[in-house]
């Protein structure tokens, strides 16, 4: 018999690209969330139009209104308790989130990330691997925790960095993954498959797909 399925909202700034993505996975039956709620920062966020279509409930909480950014985030704690909010995701929500609101909603809020933490964490991050030279970049969903972009990771997804790459080329390269791995961390987190303990997220063996791994540049 399936559990019943995780109330989780995604919290977006703007387009809400991985929001898209989580919305299409949850819309199988078999999915082990659903995406019950899009809540902004910006009421202007094309994101929330698109949500909207999509069937989805959609709320903004205006950041600039708020005196405090703690006041800011208890206005959203309200929004999510009236939508029985369970589980959040962060999708491209460009507010840094105070420690209130992160223990409040510890072990429940989860973030992805455009690089391969613990490397590059901030801004700019395909720039600063090119500049650096490396083979393989690639992206990171984590539970979020006070730091900025640290916390256990849940999945990781890994791309070549190909001569003549530019920051967009291999931005596009990245974000086809996060589309990939987002959902999947979901999935695994509301099925039960990842725990966290300790600080370390544990998956299922019947979850893990082996020893396959990328090599870049290729071994001929």
């Not at 999510?80 to 223990?103: K, N, Y």
């Not at 809020?109 to 090119?130: C, F, M, S, V």
């Not at 997804?157 to 001569?163: R, S």
């Amino acid at each position: 018999m399936m559990r019943e399925r995780l109330r989780t909202a995604i919290l977006i700034s703007g387009r809400g690209s991985n929001m898209g993505a989580l919305i299409e996975a949850a819309r199988r039956p078999d999915y082990p969330a659903e995406i019950a709620l899009v809540l902004s920062n910006d009421p202007a966020a094309s994101g929330l139009e698109a949500a909207k279509a999509a069937g989805i409930a959609v709320a903004a909480v205006d950041h600039r209104i708020h005196a405090h950014r703690e006041d800011f985030e208890r206005s959203m704690d309200r929004l999510l308790e009236i939508h029985r909010i369970q589980f959040l995701c962060l999708a491209g929500f460009m507010r840094l989130l105070t420690p209130w609101f992160v223990a409040r909603w510890h072990g429940r809020l989860i973030n992805i990330h455009p690089a391969l933490l613990p490397a590059y964490k901030g801004l700019r991050t395909h720039e600063r691997a090119l500049a650096d030279g490396v083979k393989i970049h690639g992206c990171t969903v984590h539970y979020v925790v006070p730091a900025v972009d640290d916390g256990p990771i849940v999945a990781q997804a890994a791309v070549p960095v190909l001569d003549g790459d530019t920051p967009q080329t291999l931005g596009r390269r990245v974000l086809t993954q996060e589309h990939r791995i987002y959902p999947l961390a979901l999935r695994l987190i509301a099925s039960g498959a990842a725990v966290m303990a300790d600080g370390v997220v544990r998956i299922a063996a019947a979850d893990q797909e082996g020893s396959r791994a990328l090599i870049q540049p290729l071994d001929s």
